[in-house]
Protein backbone atom coordinates (compact mmCIF):
# COMPACT_ATOMS: atom_id res chain seq x y z
CA UNK A 1 0.00 0.00 0.00
CA UNK A 2 1.44 2.79 -1.17
CA UNK A 3 1.95 5.94 2.24
CA UNK A 4 2.89 9.40 1.46
CA UNK A 5 3.86 11.99 3.17
CA UNK A 6 4.00 15.92 3.09
CA UNK A 7 6.45 17.91 4.48
CA UNK A 8 7.73 21.75 3.79
CA UNK A 9 4.61 23.75 5.65
CA UNK A 10 5.10 26.65 7.97
CA UNK A 11 4.22 30.39 8.53
CA UNK A 12 5.41 32.57 5.71
CA UNK A 13 4.59 36.30 5.65
CA UNK A 14 2.57 37.42 2.59
CA UNK A 15 4.89 38.03 -0.76
CA UNK A 16 6.81 34.40 0.92
CA UNK A 17 7.98 31.15 -0.62
CA UNK A 18 7.63 27.84 0.37
CA UNK A 19 8.42 24.61 -1.20
CA UNK A 20 6.40 21.37 -0.10
CA UNK A 21 7.29 18.30 -0.71
CA UNK A 22 5.41 14.88 -1.05
CA UNK A 23 7.54 11.51 -0.75
CA UNK A 24 6.62 8.06 -0.57
CA UNK A 25 7.21 6.03 2.23
CA UNK A 26 9.04 2.11 0.85
CA UNK A 27 7.97 2.53 -2.19
CA UNK A 28 8.36 4.11 -5.81
CA UNK A 29 6.29 6.89 -7.06
CA UNK A 30 7.47 6.20 -10.76
CA UNK A 31 3.97 5.22 -11.71
CA UNK A 32 1.56 7.18 -10.23
CA UNK A 33 0.39 11.10 -10.75
CA UNK A 34 0.58 12.61 -8.02
CA UNK A 35 -2.12 15.83 -7.28
CA UNK A 36 -1.67 18.81 -4.67
CA UNK A 37 -5.10 19.50 -3.11
CA UNK A 38 -5.73 22.08 0.00
CA UNK A 39 -8.10 22.62 2.54
CA UNK A 40 -9.36 25.82 4.48
CA UNK A 41 -11.01 26.16 7.57
CA UNK A 42 -14.94 25.38 7.32
CA UNK A 43 -14.20 25.24 3.23
CA UNK A 44 -14.09 21.93 0.76
CA UNK A 45 -11.18 20.63 -0.17
CA UNK A 46 -9.81 21.67 -3.46
CA UNK A 47 -7.23 20.53 -6.02
CA UNK A 48 -4.17 23.03 -6.35
CA UNK A 49 -2.34 21.48 -9.18
CA UNK A 50 -0.96 17.62 -10.77
CA UNK A 51 1.58 16.06 -12.42
CA UNK A 52 1.51 12.98 -14.52
CA UNK A 53 4.01 9.76 -13.84
CA UNK A 54 6.24 11.16 -16.31
CA UNK A 55 6.22 14.86 -15.38
CA UNK A 56 5.36 15.80 -18.93
CA UNK A 57 2.06 17.46 -18.31
CA UNK A 58 1.15 19.40 -15.06
CA UNK A 59 -2.13 21.45 -14.58
CA UNK A 60 -2.69 24.30 -12.51
CA UNK A 61 -6.13 25.58 -10.55
CA UNK A 62 -6.41 29.50 -12.02
CA UNK A 63 -5.70 30.90 -8.53
CA UNK A 64 -2.22 29.65 -8.14
CA UNK A 65 -1.18 29.65 -11.94
CA UNK A 66 1.94 31.77 -12.37
CA UNK A 67 2.81 31.89 -8.18
CA UNK A 68 2.86 28.05 -8.01
CA UNK A 69 5.10 25.09 -10.23
CA UNK A 70 5.15 21.33 -9.52
CA UNK A 71 7.60 18.99 -10.12
CA UNK A 72 9.05 15.76 -9.61
CA UNK A 73 12.71 14.11 -8.99
CA UNK A 74 12.58 10.72 -10.07
CA UNK A 75 15.95 9.80 -8.06
CA UNK A 76 14.61 11.42 -4.97
CA UNK A 77 11.22 9.55 -5.32
CA UNK A 78 9.78 13.15 -4.29
CA UNK A 79 7.22 15.58 -5.93
CA UNK A 80 7.57 19.03 -4.96
CA UNK A 81 4.74 22.12 -5.02
CA UNK A 82 7.35 25.52 -5.33
CA UNK A 83 5.20 28.13 -3.79
CA UNK A 84 6.01 31.89 -4.47
CA UNK A 85 3.65 35.42 -3.64
CA UNK A 86 2.06 33.60 -0.86
CA UNK A 87 -1.21 35.45 -0.39
CA UNK A 88 -3.13 34.73 2.95
CA UNK A 89 -5.99 33.26 1.10
CA UNK A 90 -3.22 30.29 0.51
CA UNK A 91 -2.87 29.64 4.09
CA UNK A 92 -4.43 25.84 4.40
CA UNK A 93 -3.33 22.05 5.31
CA UNK A 94 -2.02 21.20 2.27
CA UNK A 95 -2.60 17.29 0.63
CA UNK A 96 -0.58 14.97 -1.41
CA UNK A 97 -2.56 12.15 -3.35
CA UNK A 98 -1.76 9.78 -5.96
CA UNK A 99 -3.29 7.70 -8.37
CA UNK A 100 -1.89 5.41 -11.20
CA UNK A 101 -4.60 6.84 -13.63
CA UNK A 102 -4.01 10.50 -14.88
CA UNK A 103 -7.04 11.52 -16.24
CA UNK A 104 -8.80 10.25 -12.50
CA UNK A 105 -6.06 12.89 -10.98
CA UNK A 106 -6.51 15.18 -13.36
CA UNK A 107 -9.93 15.01 -13.12
CA UNK A 108 -9.86 15.11 -9.15
CA UNK A 109 -7.77 18.35 -9.33
CA UNK A 110 -9.96 20.24 -11.83
CA UNK A 111 -13.85 19.22 -11.07
CA UNK A 112 -15.02 19.71 -7.66
CA UNK A 113 -15.90 17.57 -5.92
CA UNK A 114 -14.19 14.30 -8.05
CA UNK A 115 -10.88 14.08 -5.11
CA UNK A 116 -13.67 12.15 -2.99
CA UNK A 117 -12.54 9.47 -5.38
CA UNK A 118 -9.11 9.43 -4.63
CA UNK A 119 -8.20 6.24 -1.70
CA UNK A 120 -4.56 7.42 -1.47
CA UNK A 121 -3.51 10.54 0.29
CA UNK A 122 -0.96 11.75 2.58
CA UNK A 123 -1.34 13.13 6.53
CA UNK A 124 -1.17 16.95 5.46
CA UNK A 125 1.02 19.51 5.96
CA UNK A 126 0.25 23.04 7.28
CA UNK A 127 0.52 26.39 5.56
CA UNK A 128 0.02 29.46 7.18
CA UNK A 129 0.39 32.94 4.93
CA UNK A 130 0.10 35.88 7.72
CA UNK A 131 1.96 38.95 9.20
Known amino acids: QLRLVESGGGLVQPGGSLRLSCAAARSTLDWYAIGWFRQAPGKEREGVSC????????VYTDSVKGRFTISRDIGKNTVYLQMNSLEPEDSAVYYC????????????????????????WGQGTLVTVSS
Open 97 to 120: AADVNWEILRTAVTADPAYRNLEV
Open 51 to 58: ISPDGSST
